[in-house]
């Protein structure tokens, strides 16, 4: 089973910042400490 993690609402929006950017999801990851692996 998967467990899942809810990231504060601040670091959601810190993400869609760094998207919009141009960051990678792998920066952004190292960054605010998210730990699951995405996809893309």
């Known amino acids: 089973m998967k467990t899942r993690v ?3 609402e601040e ?3 810190k993400v869609i910042e760094m998207k919009k950017d141009g960051y990678s999801n792998r920066t952004i990851m190292e960054k605010l400490g998210i730990k ?3 996809p893309n």
């Open 6 to 8: 809810h990231y504060p």
């Open 36 to 38: 699951n692996v995405s």
């Open 11 to 13: 670091t959601k929006w």
